[in-house]
């Protein structure tokens, strides 16, 4: 079993839909990172979290320290959300990354 | 600011050639990481440095592998020999602290060893 698990691993949804990427992990995490690559290739970090929530326009990122869980919400989706989005979770001198959620919205 | 620069951005080699990919962080940022992607291994970390220090290279997959960061400004990684398997796109990134920064991220190589 993988030690940072991301679901659902493709998501495709309409122009405007309310969409939630999660990852659960099962080791003692100091920060979990959600990054972003684009079908060009190039990654975008999106957030940094150790606890609670961090909004960032359309995008919202929780993390529940205790049920090891995060999640990312992209509100008002549109198709240049269209991405691989991965979780990273970083323990000890380490980062441990999820397979990626790839997301397509169609316009 | 332009960001973190990679080069090459693509490179081709043959087995048992040495390969030299290097990365310019962003200026005022004291944290490198070298990280790689394939297909069936997804993302890796495999070294980062904090203020040119090496910190942790238990990811670096052979002694094959090196990297150095001779001063703030500039890192290399570097293959030798190469290997076909050693074939990922490999990505820079670089952020203000170690810990609790976003960090920011190098184009990436991709490299192709035949």
């Known amino acids: 079993k993988n030690e940072v698990e991301q679901s659902p691993q493709n998501l495709t949804a309409q122009e405007g839909e309310f969409i939630t990427i999660n990852c659960s992990y099962s080791?003692?995490?100091?920060?979990l990172h959600w990054l972003q690559q684009h079908p060009g290739g190039g990654i975008v970090s999106l957030f940094m979290?150790?606890?609670g929530k961090k909004k960032h326009g359309r995008l919202i990122a929780t993390i529940n320290i205790q049920e090891k869980h995060s999640s990312l919400h992209i509100t008002a989706s549109h198709p240049r959300d269209s991405a691989v989005y991965i979780c990273?979770?970083?323990?000890?001198?380490?980062?441990?990354f999820g397979a990626g959620t790839r997301l397509t919205v169609k316009p | 600011d332009a960001g973190v620069i990679q080069s090459p951005r693509h490179e081709v080699t043959e087995m048992g050639q040495e390969v030299t990919l290097r990365c310019k962080p962003i200026?005022?940022?004291?944290?490198l990481f070298w990280y790689r992607q394939t297909m069936m291994r997804g993302l890796e970390l495999l070294i980062y440095?904090?203020?040119?220090?090496?910190?942790?290279d238990s990811g670096m997959p052979e002694d094959r592998f090196s990297a150095k960061m001779p001063n703030a400004s500039f890192s290399t990684l570097k293959i030798q020999p190469s290997e076909p398997r050693d074939s990922a796109v490999y990505f820079c990134?670089?952020?203000?602290?170690?810990?609790?920064?976003?960090?920011?991220f190098g184009p990436g190589t991709r490299l192709t060893v035949l």
């Open positions: 990134a670089s952020s203000l602290a170690l810990a609790g920064r976003k960090q920011f």
């Open positions: 080791v003692g995490i100091s920060a």
């Open positions: 979290l150790s606890s």
């Open positions: 990273a979770v970083r323990v000890s001198n380490d980062m441990r």
């Open positions: 200026s005022g940022h004291n944290s």
């Open positions: 440095f904090n203020n040119n220090v090496p910190i942790d």
